[in-house]
């Protein structure tokens, strides 16, 4: 490979580091213009030096390892700190660090009521944040892939938890930061059976090793990063964190939701292709879980009134969908809507940045509306968001969420009909968001109302070019049923799934068939959203929701679910813990001794009266003593 810019790809992480340390220690003294300017500069930098790693690897399909430093070295095991430049993850670094970049320019302005130094300490953790993730996706290894995805752990902890003398934001952070080690012993577990299996953790060595591997083994070692990646990616049964995470600011939400954290189970998944490949055992979980997890949080989302709440579980369900086309075989599918997906998602969070940004905190929906005349830039660029996400051509998601249903109608067809029906909740849900948000009458306060202003130029401009991002990002994946060899996308990432597709011998469905599905998908899609656009614009559902509707509105009552079989308990069990044996036996034995050599003290004590009489009657009783004892020893 052409390495002139690839081999100073150590400077795509090093820069957002250096941004954190200068903005972590120096916070005190930093200007909020000056902190916006190396926090967002630092990732600029970054995403310029990303194209130019990017432009070299469309010219070459052969990996490049930059080491930079041997991180383990023993007789037995050597594993290096270095990174794997090739077409996945110079891919990965454009999305990290081309939204990464519109996320912190974006909160230069939304961020910019807070004091110069927790301004600081928010800029800081947001580098951190990027560093990490840009560490999991370069990693030549799955030590350096654990050491970054375990960065991203401790940054949502930080970020969601951002204002943390709120209670239950910190509980919130707590949640992420448990549900997430959760996952990741199941990672680490992983990583040992395939230090065991191939004595090496790096991806160029094990890989082309796997197909002599036993598939029993595989399927243990792939169901374990699974595990990883339920946590990470929030699949069930570890999805619960995420909406959770909507306690951080909304540019956090839009980082973690869109860009970076969750996309990671699936980029270790799309890394680990080989493997996963050579388990259908474990394709099919994964199948079975995304699919289970897009509709579970497809049903929630249909009743949320929290403007982010909806966008959470809709990022939930996408998140399914990937995972859907990681199962069926469908890589290059899923790593196109993970890309399309950073696009509109990022898009959608930081539009609702700017709806509760003008309506002075507010996040309930009910008490919105009639936004369209007052936000006219906030608008048009969330509708062209909802229209992307809900699948409506030419927009992106169309292009990337259609590829992922043909590649499951590959598998079954009935995997495709149920994967339509999700994607018809999303189409529901989204323009219901739209509709009681930005159409019919204003409902909230006068007071409100008389300060709906639209946003700063630097909490707009990211998202008009979001906007544009997901109106043509689509077609770099335009499907041959449309044009041949018209898939850029498929063309550029081939070599890093071409072992994958000659083992996995797809079945393919032909062109008349895919008119069809496309067809019906797009006719159905088209059907709800009108009927929600009309419905909600309309007559907004503003009262409490009941039957039905209540158990979506409480999400399934999953998290009572968690909190009674799991929380709870544990506590119980703490409390017994901290009563009787930690209070009781432990602090009982210390404090028992202590109390003993007191008591001894009180006794021996008693002795010491100072009277010449009494010392010389105890040492005529000593002698006395003395004497008999010689007496019967030597008798």
Same mark, same amino acid.
């Given at each position: ?135 999991? *996706? #370069?990693?030549?290894?799955? %030590?350096?892939? +654990?050491? $970054?995805?375990? !960065? ?5 902890? @930080? ?57 029993? *083994? #595989?399927?243990?070692?792939? %169901?374990?990063? +699974?595990? $990883?990646?339920? !946590? ?5 049964? @570890? ?375 009494n010392y010389i009657l105890w040492m005529v009783v000593g002698l006395v003593a003395v004497i008999v004892l010689m007496t019967t020893i030597f008798s």
């Open positions: 490979m052409a390495n002139s810019f690839s081999s100073l790809v150590y400077w795509v992480p090093l820069l957002p580091l250096i941004g954190f340390l200068i903005n972590g220690l120096c916070r005190n003294y930093l200007s909020k213009s000056l902190t916006g300017i190396i926090g967002s500069g630092v990732i600029l930098i970054s995403f310029i030096l990303s194209v130019l790693i990017f432009n070299e690897t469309r010219a070459e399909s052969d990996a490049l390892i930059v080491k930079l430093f041997d991180f383990i070295n023993t007789n037995d095991l050597k594993i290096p700190f270095a990174f794997q430049v090739d077409r996945l993850s110079a891919l990965f670094l454009l999305i990290i660090t081309g939204v990464g970049f519109l996320i912190h320019l974006y909160s230069t302005a939304y961020m910019h009521e807070e004091s110069d130094v927790h301004f600081a300490r928010y800029f800081a953790y947001l580098n951190l944040f990027v560093f990490n993730m840009l560490l999991l *996706v #370069l990693g030549a290894n799955y %030590l350096i892939m +654990f050491i $970054g995805w375990e !960065g991203v752990g401790l940054c949502s902890y @930080l970020l969601i938890g951002y204002w943390f003398k709120n209670v239950d934001y910190g509980a919130a952070a707590r949640k992420a930061f448990v549900m997430n080690r959760i996952g990741d012993l199941g990672f680490l577990l992983g990583l040992f059976f395939l230090l065991q299996q191939f004595g090496t953790l790096n991806y160029v060595s094990i890989m082309p090793a796997a197909t002599g591997a036993s598939v029993a *083994v #595989l399927t243990t070692i792939t %169901l374990l990063l +699974f595990v $990883g990646a339920t !946590g990470k990616s929030a699949q069930i049964p @570890l999805y619960t964190w995420l909406p959770d995470a909507m306690a951080g600011p909304t540019p956090v939400s839009a980082l973690i939701h869109a860009a970076t954290m969750v996309t990671a189970g699936i980029y270790m998944i799309a890394r680990s292709n080989i493997l996963y490949t050579l388990s259908p055992v474990t394709q099919t979980v994964v199948t079975v879980i995304g699919l289970a997890t897009a509709l579970l949080a497809a049903t929630i989302a249909l009743k949320q009134n929290d403007i982010k709440k909806v966008l959470a579980y809709s990022t939930v369900s996408q998140l399914g969908y990937m995972f859907v086309g990681l199962g069926v075989g469908a890589y290059t599918g899923a790593v196109f809507h993970v890309m399309t997906h950073a696009f509109f998602k990022a898009l959608l969070f930081l539009g609702a940045g700017s709806v509760i940004h003008a309506m002075h905190h507010e996040q309930d929906i009910r008490k919105m509306g009639g936004l369209a005349k007052k936000l006219p830039h906030t608008h048009w660029t969330f509708l062209v968001g909802c229209i992307a996400i809900a699948g409506i051509p030419p927009f992106s998601g169309f292009f990337s969420k259609d590829e992922i249903l043909i590649g499951a109608y590959n598998v079954s067809p009935i995997l495709y009909w149920i994967g339509l029906l999700g994607a018809l909740m999303t189409a529901f849900y989204m323009f219901r968001l739209y509709a009681t948000t930005f159409r019919g009458s204003f409902r909230g306060t006068h007071e409100q109302e008389h300060h709906l202003h639209e946003s700063p130029l630097s909490m707009v401009l990211p998202l008009i070019v979001l906007a544009l991002l997901a109106i043509v990002s689509g077609f770099i994946g335009i499907p041959e049923l449309f044009a041949k060899d018209a898939h850029w996308l498929q063309k550029y990432l081939a070599p890093v799934f071409a072992q994958s597709n000659e083992l996995a011998h797809a079945h393919h469905i032909t062109h008349e068939t895919e008119y069809i599905l496309l067809g019906v998908s797009i006719t159905l899609i088209l059907v709800v959203v009108v009927y929600a656009w009309k419905r909600f614009a309309s007559k907004p559902d503003l009262s409490e929701p009941s039957g039905f509707g209540k158990l979506l509105s409480n999400k399934w009552y999953v998290d009572e679910l968690y909190a009674a079989i799991i929380s709870k308990p544990l506590e119980q069990l703490s409390s017994f813990t901290l009563k009787f044996v930690e209070k009781k036996s432990i602090d009982g034995a210390v404090n028992g001794t202590g109390k003993l050599v007191q008591w001894s003290a009180r006794q021996i004590r008693f002795w010491q009266s100072g009277q010449v009489g």
